[in-house]
């Protein structure tokens, strides 16, 4: 196995860990195809922020019901992603 770059986050060591490896990044999931969404207020931004805050946390609270105290990803580690993880 070859890493490329350091560690991401305030943590750079871990003993005894249990790894979950990602093919591709841990971010919020992009869309495929280009489009337009029209939001009629800031009531309704807010929701679509907090409905991706909390996908994320879902997925983060599930890796480390696993066990694993350490995440490799093949892509990048979104700002929340990484905020759930620390």
Do not use: H, P, W
């Not at 869309?31 to 991706?52: D, F, H, M, P, R």
């Amino acid at each position: 196995m070859v890493l490329k770059s350091e560690a991401v986050g305030t943590v750079k060591k871990a003993t005894k860990a249990k790894i979950a490896v990602f093919g591709a990044g841990v971010d919020t999931s992009a869309t495929e195809t280009k489009g337009t969404v029209l939001i009629n207020g800031a009531s309704q931004v807010e929701y679509y922020a907090k409905t991706e805050e909390v996908k994320i946390e879902e997925l983060i609270k599930a890796v480390a019901s696993t066990g694993a105290s350490v995440i490799v990803s093949g892509g990048t580690i979104g700002e929340m992603a990484l905020r759930f993880c620390e």
